[in-house]
């Protein structure tokens, strides 16, 4: 069973940045896509950025401008970067990892990390 974990939340100042880390607990490599996606209380869970193995991106509407997002060359591992952050910010982040075309394949969420940001 893969395990996908985040780190790299916290407390943070607005105006500021923050890098997530997000990374699968196997050496195995797969065609894969990871997922960046923002949950707020009573809200629902939003996709907020993609890649892919092969590096292509995809950001959605939601704090478009402010992220950046990149993947590790030798694991199944992807960072997100926000900037220029807003009290509106302020949610779980949660990342997914899709594993395609290997034993391993299959979908895989993380727990989250929590982002505060202080105004």
């Known amino acids: 069973q893969v395990q996908v974990v985040e780190s790299g939340g916290g407390l943070a100042q607005a105006g500021g940045s923050l890098r997530l880390s997000c990374a699968a607990s196997?050496?195995?490599?797969?065609?894969?896509?990871i997922g960046w996606y923002r949950q707020r209380p009573g809200e629902e869970r939003e996709l907020l950025a993609d890649?892919?193995?092969?590096?292509?991106?995809f950001y959605s509407h939601i704090m478009k401008g402010r992220l950046h997002i990149s993947k590790d060359s030798y694991r199944m591992a992807s960072t997100l970067e926000i900037d220029n952050l807003e009290a509106d910010d302020t949610a779980v982040y949660v990342c997914n990892l899709r594993a395609r075309y290997c034993e391993l394949q299959g979908n895989y969420w993380g727990q989250g990390t929590q982002v505060t940001v202080s105004s």
């Open positions: 196997t050496a195995e490599r797969c065609m894969f896509t």
């Open positions: 890649i892919t193995d092969v590096g292509s991106t």
